[in-house]
């Protein structure tokens, strides 16, 4: 396929930015409920930054993780044979048809960072998760909205608007940690079960934004060869994504809202 190397090159800066998260930061809701002997399943695990965090803090416990994306499973089982970790495994699996092959009552703990705003129908995973989870276990999402970009460069600004309609045109919700509560409600946990919080994704400092200059062309051109921006927009949202990228006051604020329930 012709678009190969810009896809390719365009999910290496990906894999470059998801390789920078931690459990730390982007588990913190859940961490002070994670115990050393836990079972955890990581959905959409990505190439495994949070996964082998996760798997670390369960000595006597094991993680797996699995992700739709093959390349990302290899990452992570690299990840882990350099962190030298044994008690995590990863693989390849659709978290919209292969949860069904788990016996229920098979994890403690079922986490999904950043994957459910990406699918059509994210209660299906969650009653799934539901049904796999033990007695007393915990399901745990982290799901992002309300983006803002600072200052309002308008090709910035318009790249972040075709990211949400492209989401949204697979019938996904880019802004679903508004509203994944109430999901989680209807896939089966109870709401006086549930802890919600938020907090803002972490500034990405200078290191960060040289990431977003060099992704913010291969992330128009995707855009434009999927048909949703002219090759003239493409090019006014890939200035944007530099010029924003290379202004010293320049922010991204993002809500990340997170939520733990608990299985009765
Ligand atoms: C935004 S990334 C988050 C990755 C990782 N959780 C992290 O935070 O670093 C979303 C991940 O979900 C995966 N994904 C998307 N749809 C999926 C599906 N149906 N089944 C399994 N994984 C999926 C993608 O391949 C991608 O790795």
Not at 56 to 81: C, S
Not at 141 to 159: F, K, M, Q
Not at 164 to 171: A, C, L, V, Y
Not at 234 to 255: D, K, N, T, Y
Request: proline fraction near 6%; hydrophobic fraction near 40%.
């Amino acid at each position: 396929m012709a678009d190969q190397p810009q896809q390719a090159h365009y999910h290496k800066l990906n894999e470059r930015n998801f390789n920078q998260r931690t459990a730390k930061e982007h588990a913190r809701h859940l961490l002070p409920y994670i115990k050393p002997h836990h079972w955890i399943l990581d959905l959409g695990c990505g190439p495994g930054a949070i996964t082998a965090d996760l798997a670390e803090l369960v000595p006597k416990g094991e993680v797996v993780g699995i992700d739709v994306d093959e390349t990302f499973i290899e990452a992570g089982k690299a990840l882990a044979e350099k962190r030298g970790l044994k008690n995590v495994t990863f693989r390849p699996g659709d978290v919209k048809t292969d949860l069904t092959t788990i016996p229920p009552s098979s994890f403690d703990i079922i986490h999904a960072h950043q994957l459910l705003l990406h699918l059509p129908s994210p209660v299906t995973v969650v009653l799934e998760a539901h049904r796999i989870l033990k007695p007393c276990g915990i399901f745990s999402t982290v799901d992002s909205a309300l983006r803002t970009i600072i200052p309002a460069i308008p090709g910035a600004i318009a790249s972040n608007e075709t990211y949400e309609r492209f989401t949204r045109s697979r019938g996904a919700d880019p802004n679903f940690g508004l509203t994944h509560h109430i999901v989680a409600h209807e896939a089966g946990f109870a709401w006086e079960d549930m802890e919600m919080s938020s907090w803002t994704m972490r500034e990405m400092g200078e290191e960060g934004k040289k990431r977003i200059a060099e992704g913010a062309g291969p992330a128009a051109e995707g855009f434009m060869e999927r048909g949703l921006i002219s090759a003239e927009e493409a090019e006014a949202q890939r200035e944007g994504g530099v010029e924003w990228a290379g202004l010293r006051e320049s922010r991204w604020l993002e809500v990340a809202s997170g939520l733990v329930c608990w299985k009765r």
